[in-house]
Protein backbone atom coordinates (compact mmCIF):
# COMPACT_ATOMS: atom_id res chain seq x y z
CA UNK A 1 0.00 0.00 0.00
CA UNK A 2 1.21 3.50 -0.83
CA UNK A 3 2.69 5.53 2.19
CA UNK A 4 0.21 8.21 0.84
CA UNK A 5 -2.98 6.14 1.68
CA UNK A 6 -2.80 6.83 5.12
CA UNK A 7 -3.01 10.82 4.61
CA UNK A 8 -6.90 10.99 5.33
CA UNK A 9 -8.66 13.67 3.50
CA UNK A 10 -5.28 15.67 2.80
CA UNK A 11 -5.78 15.23 -0.86
CA UNK A 12 -3.88 19.01 -1.32
CA UNK A 13 -1.33 18.32 1.08
CA UNK A 14 -0.79 15.22 -0.38
CA UNK A 15 0.12 16.42 -4.07
CA UNK A 16 2.71 18.91 -2.66
CA UNK A 17 4.58 16.26 -1.09
CA UNK A 18 4.27 14.09 -3.82
CA UNK A 19 5.82 17.19 -5.82
CA UNK A 20 8.26 17.20 -3.51
CA UNK A 21 9.32 13.88 -3.56
CA UNK A 22 9.81 13.74 -7.28
CA UNK A 23 12.09 16.48 -7.17
CA UNK A 24 14.15 15.36 -4.38
CA UNK A 25 14.47 11.80 -6.16
CA UNK A 26 15.37 13.68 -9.46
CA UNK A 27 18.26 15.92 -7.37
CA UNK A 28 19.58 12.74 -5.98
CA UNK A 29 19.94 10.79 -8.94
CA UNK A 30 21.51 13.25 -10.40
CA UNK A 31 23.89 13.79 -7.82
CA UNK A 32 24.75 9.94 -7.98
CA UNK A 33 25.14 10.07 -11.90
CA UNK A 34 27.87 13.41 -11.17
CA UNK A 35 25.72 15.75 -12.70
CA UNK A 36 25.11 19.64 -10.92
CA UNK A 37 21.76 19.06 -9.61
CA UNK A 38 19.68 21.89 -7.81
CA UNK A 39 17.06 22.55 -6.11
CA UNK A 40 16.03 26.60 -6.77
CA UNK A 41 12.65 26.36 -8.07
CA UNK A 42 11.80 23.19 -7.42
CA UNK A 43 8.99 21.68 -4.94
CA UNK A 44 11.34 20.76 -2.64
CA UNK A 45 12.96 22.39 -0.12
CA UNK A 46 15.28 21.26 2.93
CA UNK A 47 13.07 22.73 5.60
CA UNK A 48 8.86 21.97 6.25
CA UNK A 49 6.82 22.64 8.98
CA UNK A 50 3.43 21.20 9.14
CA UNK A 51 0.61 22.62 10.95
CA UNK A 52 -3.04 21.31 12.00
CA UNK A 53 -4.95 20.56 14.45
CA UNK A 54 -4.95 17.37 16.90
CA UNK A 55 -5.73 14.53 15.24
CA UNK A 56 -5.40 15.31 11.42
CA UNK A 57 -2.23 13.50 11.27
CA UNK A 58 0.23 15.86 11.17
CA UNK A 59 3.34 12.94 12.19
CA UNK A 60 1.59 10.68 9.56
CA UNK A 61 2.13 13.78 6.34
CA UNK A 62 5.95 14.12 8.38
CA UNK A 63 6.33 10.03 8.12
CA UNK A 64 4.92 9.79 4.47
CA UNK A 65 7.38 12.04 3.57
CA UNK A 66 10.04 10.70 4.70
CA UNK A 67 9.15 7.27 3.13
CA UNK A 68 8.88 8.62 -0.55
CA UNK A 69 12.38 10.22 -0.04
CA UNK A 70 13.72 6.98 0.68
CA UNK A 71 11.95 5.03 -1.75
CA UNK A 72 13.84 2.82 -3.92
CA UNK A 73 11.26 1.27 -5.55
CA UNK A 74 12.65 0.28 -9.19
CA UNK A 75 9.26 1.81 -10.69
CA UNK A 76 10.23 4.69 -9.77
CA UNK A 77 12.48 5.36 -12.20
CA UNK A 78 10.33 4.48 -14.76
CA UNK A 79 7.81 7.24 -13.87
CA UNK A 80 6.07 5.99 -10.51
CA UNK A 81 5.18 7.33 -7.68
CA UNK A 82 8.43 7.84 -4.89
CA UNK A 83 6.65 6.10 -1.58
CA UNK A 84 5.85 3.10 -2.70
CA UNK A 85 4.87 1.54 0.71
CA UNK A 86 7.09 -2.03 0.72
CA UNK A 87 10.64 -1.16 -0.85
CA UNK A 88 13.22 -1.67 1.93
CA UNK A 89 13.63 2.30 2.02
CA UNK A 90 9.77 2.80 2.62
CA UNK A 91 9.54 -0.12 5.31
CA UNK A 92 12.27 0.86 7.52
CA UNK A 93 11.18 4.48 7.17
CA UNK A 94 7.59 3.59 8.86
CA UNK A 95 8.56 0.92 11.40
CA UNK A 96 11.02 3.73 12.76
CA UNK A 97 14.82 1.30 11.85
CA UNK A 98 16.19 3.48 8.43
CA UNK A 99 19.42 4.36 9.44
CA UNK A 100 19.09 8.13 8.09
CA UNK A 101 15.81 8.79 9.44
CA UNK A 102 15.72 9.91 13.04
CA UNK A 103 11.89 10.06 13.80
CA UNK A 104 12.06 11.95 17.79
CA UNK A 105 8.76 12.42 19.45
CA UNK A 106 9.48 13.54 22.89
CA UNK A 107 7.47 11.74 26.40
CA UNK A 108 8.18 14.75 28.49
CA UNK A 109 6.71 18.05 28.45
CA UNK A 110 9.81 20.23 26.93
CA UNK A 111 12.91 19.22 24.28
CA UNK A 112 15.69 21.45 25.70
CA UNK A 113 19.29 22.52 24.09
CA UNK A 114 21.24 19.01 24.83
CA UNK A 115 18.79 17.45 22.37
CA UNK A 116 18.73 19.74 20.14
CA UNK A 117 22.09 20.14 19.64
CA UNK A 118 22.23 15.88 19.57
CA UNK A 119 19.83 16.46 16.71
CA UNK A 120 21.76 18.91 15.19
CA UNK A 121 25.22 16.38 15.16
CA UNK A 122 23.05 14.08 13.51
CA UNK A 123 21.84 16.34 10.71
CA UNK A 124 25.29 17.55 9.53
CA UNK A 125 26.33 13.67 8.77
CA UNK A 126 26.10 12.20 5.04
CA UNK A 127 23.00 9.34 4.53
CA UNK A 128 24.67 6.42 5.47
CA UNK A 129 22.53 4.47 2.87
CA UNK A 130 19.74 6.53 1.97
CA UNK A 131 18.88 9.40 0.01
CA UNK A 132 18.77 11.74 2.30
CA UNK A 133 19.31 12.88 6.07
CA UNK A 134 15.89 13.29 7.28
CA UNK A 135 15.17 14.51 11.09
CA UNK A 136 11.33 14.77 12.00
CA UNK A 137 10.68 16.37 14.86
CA UNK A 138 6.85 15.10 15.62
CA UNK A 139 6.90 17.81 18.60
CA UNK A 140 7.89 20.92 17.31
CA UNK A 141 6.44 22.75 19.48
CA UNK A 142 7.64 21.84 22.85
CA UNK A 143 11.31 23.29 22.00
CA UNK A 144 12.28 25.73 25.03
CA UNK A 145 13.28 28.97 23.49
CA UNK A 146 17.01 28.20 23.95
CA UNK A 147 16.34 25.16 21.66
CA UNK A 148 14.30 26.72 19.16
CA UNK A 149 17.40 29.33 18.72
CA UNK A 150 20.02 26.37 18.82
CA UNK A 151 17.89 24.61 15.80
CA UNK A 152 17.31 27.85 13.85
CA UNK A 153 20.84 27.90 12.32
CA UNK A 154 20.70 24.60 11.26
CA UNK A 155 16.91 24.71 9.84
CA UNK A 156 18.64 28.18 8.08
CA UNK A 157 21.61 26.37 6.54
CA UNK A 158 21.31 22.43 6.54
CA UNK A 159 24.12 20.41 4.93
CA UNK A 160 23.17 19.46 1.09
CA UNK A 161 21.19 16.14 1.76
CA UNK A 162 19.60 16.94 5.01
CA UNK A 163 15.76 17.74 5.35
CA UNK A 164 14.13 18.69 8.49
CA UNK A 165 10.66 17.91 8.80
CA UNK A 166 8.97 20.01 12.09
CA UNK A 167 4.94 18.95 13.24
CA UNK A 168 3.39 21.36 15.20
CA UNK A 169 -0.47 22.80 16.37
CA UNK A 170 -0.36 25.85 14.49
CA UNK A 171 2.63 28.16 13.36
CA UNK A 172 2.10 30.38 16.41
CA UNK A 173 3.34 27.41 18.51
CA UNK A 174 7.09 27.83 16.57
CA UNK A 175 9.29 30.68 16.81
CA UNK A 176 8.44 33.03 14.23
CA UNK A 177 12.73 32.77 13.21
CA UNK A 178 12.09 29.10 12.29
CA UNK A 179 9.14 28.99 10.70
CA UNK A 180 9.77 31.65 8.10
CA UNK A 181 12.66 29.62 6.77
CA UNK A 182 10.24 26.51 6.51
CA UNK A 183 7.75 25.68 3.80
CA UNK A 184 4.28 25.51 5.80
CA UNK A 185 1.84 23.03 5.27
CA UNK A 186 -1.43 23.23 6.59
CA UNK A 187 -3.45 20.05 7.49
CA UNK A 188 -7.32 19.86 8.25
CA UNK A 189 -9.44 17.81 10.29
CA UNK A 190 -9.84 15.14 8.24
CA UNK A 191 -13.91 14.23 7.49
CA UNK A 192 -15.44 11.90 9.68
CA UNK A 193 -16.41 9.19 6.40
CA UNK A 194 -12.64 8.91 5.69
CA UNK A 195 -11.78 8.47 9.34
CA UNK A 196 -13.81 5.53 9.52
CA UNK A 197 -12.88 4.19 6.09
CA UNK A 198 -9.41 4.32 7.19
CA UNK A 199 -10.36 2.53 10.17
CA UNK A 200 -12.35 -0.25 8.35
CA UNK A 201 -9.22 -0.66 5.87
CA UNK A 202 -6.55 -0.05 7.67
CA UNK A 203 -7.15 -1.88 11.26
CA UNK A 204 -10.20 -4.05 10.44
CA UNK A 205 -12.61 -2.49 12.64
CA UNK A 206 -16.56 -3.02 11.96
CA UNK A 207 -18.06 -0.43 9.80
CA UNK A 208 -20.41 0.63 12.74
CA UNK A 209 -17.96 0.32 15.47
CA UNK A 210 -15.34 2.43 13.17
CA UNK A 211 -18.21 5.30 12.14
CA UNK A 212 -19.38 5.35 16.04
CA UNK A 213 -15.73 5.93 16.34
CA UNK A 214 -14.95 8.72 14.43
CA UNK A 215 -18.10 10.52 14.98
CA UNK A 216 -17.62 10.73 18.05
CA UNK A 217 -13.92 12.09 18.17
CA UNK A 218 -14.78 14.36 15.62
CA UNK A 219 -12.05 12.79 13.29
CA UNK A 220 -9.11 12.62 15.27
CA UNK A 221 -7.83 9.69 13.59
CA UNK A 222 -5.90 8.19 16.69
CA UNK A 223 -8.29 8.89 19.40
CA UNK A 224 -11.03 7.10 16.95
CA UNK A 225 -8.65 3.96 16.80
CA UNK A 226 -7.95 3.89 20.03
CA UNK A 227 -11.79 4.07 20.95
CA UNK A 228 -12.90 1.63 18.68
CA UNK A 229 -9.69 -0.58 19.75
CA UNK A 230 -9.25 -0.33 23.16
CA UNK A 231 -12.04 -1.24 25.97
CA UNK A 232 -10.61 0.58 28.71
CA UNK A 233 -10.59 3.82 26.79
CA UNK A 234 -14.45 3.73 25.84
CA UNK A 235 -15.07 3.40 29.85
CA UNK A 236 -13.36 6.09 30.64
CA UNK A 237 -14.65 8.54 28.22
CA UNK A 238 -18.12 6.94 29.26
CA UNK A 239 -17.31 8.24 33.01
CA UNK A 240 -16.74 11.80 31.84
CA UNK A 241 -19.38 12.24 30.07
CA UNK A 242 -21.39 11.12 32.92
CA UNK A 243 -19.88 14.13 34.96
CA UNK A 244 -21.96 17.05 33.86
CA UNK A 245 -25.34 14.91 34.78
CA UNK A 246 -23.38 14.59 38.80
CA UNK A 247 -22.36 18.24 39.18
CA UNK A 248 -26.12 18.53 41.43
CA UNK A 249 -23.58 20.39 44.11
CA UNK A 250 -20.66 21.70 45.47
CA UNK A 251 -19.73 18.61 46.79
CA UNK A 252 -20.14 16.58 43.58
CA UNK A 253 -18.28 19.27 41.65
CA UNK A 254 -15.35 18.73 43.88
CA UNK A 255 -16.03 14.48 43.67
CA UNK A 256 -15.65 15.16 39.75
CA UNK A 257 -12.69 17.01 39.99
CA UNK A 258 -10.89 14.89 41.82
CA UNK A 259 -11.78 11.49 39.45
CA UNK A 260 -11.17 13.33 36.60
CA UNK A 261 -7.10 13.73 38.34
CA UNK A 262 -7.11 10.26 39.56
CA UNK A 263 -7.92 8.40 36.58
CA UNK A 264 -5.22 10.60 35.12
CA UNK A 265 -2.96 9.97 37.07
CA UNK A 266 -3.82 6.18 37.04
CA UNK A 267 -3.09 6.02 33.46
CA UNK A 268 0.27 7.52 34.31
CA UNK A 269 0.80 5.48 36.90
CA UNK A 270 0.08 2.42 34.30
CA UNK A 271 2.29 3.22 31.65
CA UNK A 272 5.00 3.66 34.11
CA UNK A 273 4.20 0.00 35.09
CA UNK A 274 4.52 -1.05 31.91
CA UNK A 275 7.72 0.89 30.53
CA UNK A 276 10.23 2.25 33.69
CA UNK A 277 10.81 -1.51 34.50
CA UNK A 278 11.79 -3.00 31.27
CA UNK A 279 14.04 0.07 30.60
CA UNK A 280 15.53 0.16 34.19
CA UNK A 281 16.62 -3.16 33.71
CA UNK A 282 17.85 -2.83 30.48
CA UNK A 283 19.88 0.36 31.13
CA UNK A 284 21.34 -1.94 34.54
CA UNK A 285 22.36 -4.72 31.92
CA UNK A 286 24.16 -1.97 29.44
CA UNK A 287 25.91 -0.86 32.34
CA UNK A 288 26.85 -4.04 33.34
CA UNK A 289 24.87 -4.64 36.88
CA UNK A 290 24.18 -8.48 37.25
CA UNK A 291 20.26 -9.61 38.01
CA UNK A 292 19.82 -8.50 42.08
CA UNK A 293 23.78 -6.99 41.97
CA UNK A 294 24.33 -3.36 43.54
CA UNK A 295 25.34 -0.89 39.75
CA UNK A 296 29.44 -0.55 39.30
CA UNK A 297 30.79 2.40 41.05
CA UNK A 298 30.20 5.51 39.08
CA UNK A 299 27.12 4.31 37.30
CA UNK A 300 24.57 6.07 39.76
CA UNK A 301 24.47 9.23 37.53
CA UNK A 302 22.79 7.59 34.77
CA UNK A 303 20.40 5.72 37.02
CA UNK A 304 19.85 8.94 37.86
CA UNK A 305 18.72 10.45 35.01
CA UNK A 306 16.61 7.75 34.05
CA UNK A 307 14.62 8.03 36.92
CA UNK A 308 13.76 11.71 36.20
CA UNK A 309 13.03 11.71 32.72
CA UNK A 310 10.99 8.95 33.77
CA UNK A 311 8.97 11.13 36.10
CA UNK A 312 8.49 13.89 33.78
CA UNK A 313 7.13 11.46 31.41
CA UNK A 314 4.74 10.79 33.83
CA UNK A 315 3.93 14.14 34.13
CA UNK A 316 3.37 14.59 30.90
CA UNK A 317 1.15 11.31 30.63
CA UNK A 318 -1.23 12.41 33.48
CA UNK A 319 -1.51 16.17 31.40
CA UNK A 320 -2.35 14.52 28.15
CA UNK A 321 -4.40 12.26 30.22
CA UNK A 322 -6.53 15.23 31.45
CA UNK A 323 -6.32 17.19 28.22
CA UNK A 324 -8.20 14.42 26.24
CA UNK A 325 -10.74 14.70 28.93
CA UNK A 326 -11.32 18.13 28.72
CA UNK A 327 -11.84 17.41 24.88
CA UNK A 328 -14.47 15.17 25.42
CA UNK A 329 -16.25 17.59 28.00
CA UNK A 330 -16.11 20.35 25.58
CA UNK A 331 -17.57 18.08 22.42
CA UNK A 332 -20.26 17.41 24.98
CA UNK A 333 -21.47 21.15 25.48
CA UNK A 334 -20.69 21.42 21.91
CA UNK A 335 -23.75 19.09 21.61
CA UNK A 336 -25.66 20.55 24.04
CA UNK A 337 -25.48 24.50 22.02
CA UNK A 338 -26.43 22.94 18.80
CA UNK A 339 -29.34 21.30 20.38
CA UNK A 340 -29.98 24.37 21.51
CA UNK A 341 -30.27 26.22 18.28
CA UNK A 342 -31.54 23.33 16.26
CA UNK A 343 -28.82 22.24 14.50
CA UNK A 344 -27.94 18.77 12.94
CA UNK A 345 -24.35 19.27 13.19
CA UNK A 346 -23.67 17.33 16.79
CA UNK A 347 -21.20 14.81 16.59
CA UNK A 348 -22.97 12.25 19.49
CA UNK A 349 -20.54 13.30 22.05
CA UNK A 350 -22.21 12.43 24.97
CA UNK A 351 -25.70 10.49 25.96
CA UNK A 352 -28.55 11.91 23.82
CA UNK A 353 -31.10 12.27 27.00
CA UNK A 354 -28.39 14.15 29.42
CA UNK A 355 -27.52 16.57 26.35
CA UNK A 356 -31.40 17.09 25.43
CA UNK A 357 -32.03 17.86 29.71
CA UNK A 358 -28.93 20.00 29.70
CA UNK A 359 -30.38 21.68 26.57
CA UNK A 360 -33.50 22.85 27.61
CA UNK A 361 -32.79 23.72 31.18
CA UNK A 362 -29.96 26.23 30.27
CA UNK A 363 -29.19 29.11 27.86
CA UNK A 364 -26.70 29.04 25.21
CA UNK A 365 -24.82 32.12 26.66
CA UNK A 366 -24.62 29.59 29.62
CA UNK A 367 -23.23 26.60 27.43
CA UNK A 368 -20.78 28.98 25.71
CA UNK A 369 -19.31 29.83 29.62
CA UNK A 370 -18.89 26.37 29.86
CA UNK A 371 -17.26 25.69 27.04
CA UNK A 372 -14.70 28.56 27.92
CA UNK A 373 -14.64 27.64 31.48
CA UNK A 374 -13.16 23.88 30.26
CA UNK A 375 -10.94 25.89 27.92
CA UNK A 376 -9.80 28.25 30.73
CA UNK A 377 -8.74 24.94 32.46
CA UNK A 378 -6.50 23.75 29.89
CA UNK A 379 -4.51 27.23 29.99
CA UNK A 380 -3.79 26.95 33.60
CA UNK A 381 -2.99 23.49 32.91
CA UNK A 382 -0.27 24.59 30.47
CA UNK A 383 1.04 27.38 32.88
CA UNK A 384 1.27 24.74 35.69
CA UNK A 385 -1.40 25.30 37.82
CA UNK A 386 -2.03 22.66 39.80
CA UNK A 387 -4.36 20.00 38.34
CA UNK A 388 -6.67 19.36 40.69
CA UNK A 389 -6.94 23.32 41.67
CA UNK A 390 -7.66 24.03 37.97
CA UNK A 391 -10.17 20.79 37.53
CA UNK A 392 -12.14 22.12 40.57
CA UNK A 393 -12.81 25.85 39.23
CA UNK A 394 -14.13 24.17 36.10
CA UNK A 395 -16.18 21.89 37.71
CA UNK A 396 -17.80 24.70 39.97
CA UNK A 397 -18.43 26.82 36.82
CA UNK A 398 -19.60 23.87 35.03
CA UNK A 399 -22.39 23.29 37.46
CA UNK A 400 -23.14 27.39 37.78
CA UNK A 401 -21.45 28.83 34.90
CA UNK A 402 -23.13 32.56 35.59
CA UNK A 403 -20.61 34.76 37.06
CA UNK A 404 -21.05 36.42 40.69
CA UNK A 405 -21.68 39.79 39.45
CA UNK A 406 -24.17 38.91 36.86
CA UNK A 407 -26.09 37.04 39.55
CA UNK A 408 -26.09 40.56 41.65
Known amino acids: MPVWDDLVGQDRVSEQLLAAARDADAFVTAVERGEEPALSGSAMTHAWLFTGPPGCGRATAARAFAAALQCRSPDRALGGTPGCGFCDGCHTTLVGTHADVEAVRTEVLTIGVGETRDLIRRAQLSPAGGRWQVILLEDADRLTEGAGNVLLKAVEEPAPRTVWLLCAPSIEDVLPT ?7 LSLRTPP ?11 DGIHPETAAAA ?3 TGGHIDRARRLATDERARARRDAVLAIPARLDDVGACLRAAQQLVDTAAEDAKQLAAELDEKETEELRAALGAAEGKRLPRGTAGAMKELEERQKRRATRTQRD ?10 GFYRDVLAHQFGTDIAVG ?4 DTVARLAATSRPEQTLRRIEAILECRRALDRNVAPLLAVEAMTLTLRDPVPARARS
Open 349 to 352: AGPA
Open 178 to 184: IRSRCRL
Open 192 to 202: VDAVADLLTRR
Open 214 to 216: ARA
Open 321 to 330: TLDLALTELT
